[in-house]
């Protein structure tokens, strides 16, 4: 199926290693309306995309050409057999209204801001699915938790105020589960944890990563003091175990 327009190669390969011949590229299918013109332009703007394919090339040994496609009626979604991270701009539409709809500027983080940290999250869990496929790596309980987790990683180690785009992302989660009154069967029979439960889950990391900074997080959000106890540990031992997972393919 050919429907990608317009190709924007935004970052090869930028080492010298061995390994480096990766070719990550992001592109953007033709909007089909003035709306999703706009989120496009600011995908664009927001350099999400590209420092997520810097982060990449700079730390990842990549085996198969990936592509970041934006666009399209499918995903967020990785698709292994064209080895591509999918994300339609309804999704980012969908996101943005969700954010406005809530007044959550009133938190301090424009909901244009709130949008395109959760978009990074977005892509970070969706390049976890992709890893995991690239090199059958072992995953243990559900790969929605394990790749969400990469994600809180990924942000927390290696973004400027990571943990502060992870705490935009936890919000969404939130906001998604406030639109259910009550939980039906599809909930339950998810391949993903409930929605609350990523929201804290993502809120543990945050804390577990930097319990000092973050000591008024649990209280300002709900997190039990049962669970805050051990999210140091709990982030502790994920960031290593992903790091022995990953060892293999990043580049030093
Ligand atoms: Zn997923």
Redesign the pocket.
């Known amino acids: 199926m050919k429907k990608v327009l317009g190709i924007l190669i935004v970052s090869m390969a930028l080492t010298t290693s061995a390994f480096a011949k990766v070719a990550v590229t992001v592109s953007y299918e033709t909007p089909g309306t003035r709306l999703e013109t706009m989120v496009m332009k600011d995908i664009e703007a927001s350099m999400v995309p590209q420092a997520v394919v810097s982060l990449l090339n700079e730390n990842f040994v990549i085996k198969r050409p990936l592509s970041i496609v934006f666009g399209g009626g499918e995903g967020?979604?990785?698709d292994p057999e064209i080895n591509a991270i999918l994300i339609p701009y309804g999704f980012v539409i969908e996101v943005k209204t969700r954010f406005e709809k809530s007044g959550y500027a009133e938190t301090g983080v424009h909901p244009d801001e709130a949008t395109m940290d959760v978009l990074m999250h977005t892509l970070f869990?969706?390049l976890?699915?992709a890893l995991i496929a690239m090199y059958d790596i072992p995953v243990l309980g559900k790969?929605?938790d394990a790749?969400?987790g990469l994600a809180d990683v990924l942000l927390i180690e290696y973004v400027e105020n990571g943990r502060e785009i992870a705490i935009s992302a936890a919000d969404l989660f939130d906001l998604e589960s406030e639109d259910r009154m009550e939980l039906s069967e599809e909930d339950f029979s998810d391949?993903?944890s409930l929605d609350l439960q990523r929201f804290y889950t993502t809120l543990c990391h945050v804390y577990g990563s930097n319990p000092k900074e973050y000591k008024d997080l649990p209280g300002e959000t709900g997190l039990s003091g049962e669970r805050a106890e051990f999210c140091v540990e709990e982030y502790g031992k994920l960031h290593d175990d992903w790091m022995t997972l990953l060892n293999p393919y990043m580049i030093r």
């Open positions: 967020p979604l990785f869990h969706e976890g699915h790969e929605e790749v969400d391949e993903h």
